[in-house]
């Protein structure tokens, strides 16, 4: 909340999403800060381009005969210089980490500590930031809700600085706003799945092995299973059992069976603990007197979608 008074009146809260989120899941996945470290914001470049290269066609996954295509195009060389700049960031901080702590019984490889590692940082960071990102383009889009918003969570923590977990308990409108954004602009599209057996589905023939992409964004805007679903309405959770906890399959921004986001719980309480506070303490507007409906939503192409371009606004401060 500092840094945000601190900034200049017009503020990057895309870049500021980013370092949170970094921050938060650097200390519980590495125990302390790296983005202000050189080798940190490395290891984040390395990150982002992980997921771009993730999302890109490989061609060789499709016709094995054309691997070599993958050769001419760069996208091997690419990948492995990639993970050869991801291990070896990994492999100094858990040097450093295995130095300064006690290890008496172990029963984990290096390997299964990067993998770990890699996991939560990769899987945790970008969806985190992408989806405050487009919570925060949403409610400048939409100022009613925003004002709506504003007084529900200021009305609740009236002059309170701390915000607690039992404070969140009682924000319904916010819970609301949440699975909203998540229907509407799910950090995570595109969920793959690999077929285990021979299916059948909807008489789609499906071979053991095949990759199939379930597309979480475009159930979430089915109209079979929502009413106006292209228009931006957190009203609609209000008095609605739907949750995106993995049980109602027409709201799947976290997946679904045994390969659900572990990272759920982590998320969630981050994500209402941040949005709280800087609901709470400031006031949000686009620079220059520009208008929400203006607002440029333009996606960023990758296997996580944030904003293409980052988010500038402006952040008054209240008075308490
Ligand atoms: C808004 C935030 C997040 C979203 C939208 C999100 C979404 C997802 C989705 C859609 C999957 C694939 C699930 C499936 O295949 O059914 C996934 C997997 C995963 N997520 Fe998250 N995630 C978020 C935050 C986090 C956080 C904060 C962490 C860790 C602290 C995390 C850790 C993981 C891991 C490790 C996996 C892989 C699980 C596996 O393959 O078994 N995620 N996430």
């Given at each position: 909340m500092n840094k945000i008074k601190e900034s200049s009146p017009v503020i990057n809260v895309s870049l500021m999403f980013t370092s949170l989120s970094n921050d938060v899941i650097c200390r519980s996945a590495f125990g302390r800060k790296y983005i202000e470290t050189e080798a940190g914001k490395k290891f984040v470049r390395v990150i982002s381009e992980g997921q771009e290269l993730l999302a890109n066609f490989s061609i060789g996954e499709f016709i094995?005969?054309?691997?070599?295509i993958n050769i001419l195009n760069g996208l091997n060389y690419r990948t492995d210089t990639v993970l050869k700049q991801g291990d070896k960031f990994l492999d100094e901080l858990i040097q450093e980490r295995l130095s300064k702590t006690r290890h008496e019984?172990?029963?984990?490889d290096m390997d299964g500590i990067k993998a770990l590692n890699k996991d939560v940082f990769g899987a945790g960071t970008e969806t985190t930031s992408a989806f405050l990102e487009w919570t925060m383009t949403e409610l400048l889009r939409h100022p009613t809700i925003m004002k709506k918003l504003q007084s529900e969570v200021r009305e609740i923590l009236?002059?309170?600085q701390d915000i607690t977990f039992d404070d969140l308990e009682r924000v319904h409108y916010l819970k609301a706003v949440i699975k909203e954004t998540f229907r509407y602009q799910p950090p995570v599209p595109l969920i793959p799945r690999e077929a285990g057996r021979d299916v059948k589905i909807m008489g789609y023939d499906i071979a053991a092995g095949t990759i199939v992409m379930i597309n979480a964004l475009a159930i979430g805007r089915d109209p079979l299973f929502w009413d106006e679903p292209e228009n931006f309405k957190p009203?609609?959770?209000?008095?609605?059992?739907?949750?995106?906890?993995?049980?109602?399959?027409?709201?799947i921004p976290f997946g679904?069976?045994?390969?659900?986001?572990?990272g759920i719980g982590f998320a969630t309480a981050l994500i209402e603990l941040v949005l709280a506070n800087i609901l709470h303490k400031f006031d949000w507007e686009l620079p220059g007197g520009a208008k929400g409906e203006d607002l440029d939503t333009t996606e960023l192409r990758g296997l996580i979608v944030g904003r293409k371009n980052p988010l500038l606004v402006v952040a008054i401060p209240r008075d308490f």
């Open positions: 094995p005969w054309l691997s070599w019984r172990v029963s984990i009236h002059d309170k009203e609609r959770f209000l008095n609605s059992s739907i949750d995106f906890k993995g049980l109602h399959f027409q709201h679904s069976g045994r390969r659900i986001c572990p």
